[in-house]
T-cell receptor, first 113, second 115 residues
Framework: AQSVTQPDIHITVSEGASLELRCNYSYGATPYLFWYVQSPGQGLQLLLKYFSGDTLVQGIKGFEAEFKRSQSSFNLRKPSVHWSDAAEYFCAVGARENNDMRFGAGTRLTVKP | KAGVTQTPRYLIKTRGQQVTLSCSPISGHRSVSWYQQTPGQGLQFLFEYFSETQRNKGNFPGRFSGRQFSNSRSEMNVSTLELGDSALYLC??????????????FGPGTRLTVL
């Protein structure tokens, strides 16, 4: 079965600074890859997804992610972080043939003023 | 288009009781998946229903069960509740086909507290 590793449990960045959240996956074939964001007490909102095609994916709220097959990675980036980006971020990998989606443990982002 | 709705949003039960949670998917979506989220275990896949059939199941005991109705609405049931079942239960719907998964849209979750 597929699995996801998010190496960073907690990251703190200053407002306006750039951000990169790491995600490594394990899956035998080409996966579906996702980044979700969750604010406290809320459900998950999809930031972006990769199914196929261009390996650089643009998402909402100014986020982007790059699929690197050779590194089994799908890191999330944002050039300039806003205070409202403080939340928990989850990377997920899904199998193409079903909806068994596996999530990483999440990275909590704190934004300093 | 309305999003995924889950009811109730909050629930308090005692050990040994059973509970039923409900999920209404986005109109036109035939797949509903359920996840359990806890601080210790993170987000874990429970099961998926597609066209009223359980298509996939995670590694949870038989106390956790579900079903899907002809209108794609889904219910999840947990019997003989344990303290460790306290969690946020998330439902997600997708425009899945019979052999291909798809992007999942999540509801706000049901917060279950077991005392």
């Amino acid at each position: 079965a597929q699995s996801v590793t998010q190496p960073d449990i907690h990251i703190t960045v200053s407002e306006g600074a750039s951000l990169e959240l790491r995600c490594n996956y394990s899956y035998g074939a080409t996966p579906y890859l996702f980044w979700y964001v969750q604010s406290p007490g809320q459900g998950l909102q999809l930031l972006l997804k990769y199914f196929s095609g261009d390996t650089l994916v643009q998402g909402i709220k100014g986020f982007e992610a790059e699929f690197k097959r050779s590194q089994s990675s799908f890191n999330l980036r944002k050039p300039s972080v806003h205070w409202s980006d403080a939340a928990e971020y989850f990377c997920a990998v899904g199998a193409r043939e079903n909806n068994d989606m596996r999530f990483g443990a999440g990275t909590r982002l704190t934004v300093k003023p | 288009k309305a999003g995924v709705t889950q009811t109730p949003r909050y629930l308090i039960k005692t050990r040994g009781q059973q509970v039923t949670l409900s999920c209404s998917p986005i109109s036109g979506h035939r797949s509903v998946s359920w996840y359990q989220q806890t601080p210790g275990q993170g987000l874990q896949f429970l099961f998926e229903y597609f066209s009223e059939t359980q298509r996939n199941k995670g590694n949870f005991p038989g106390r956790f069960s579900g079903r899907q109705f002809s209108n794609s609405r889904s219910e999840m049931n947990v019997s003989t509740l344990e303290l460790g079942d306290s969690a946020l239960y998330l439902c997600a719907s997708s425009l899945r086909t019979s052999d291909l998964g798809g992007e999942q849209f999540f509801g706000p979750g049901t917060r279950l507290t077991v005392l």
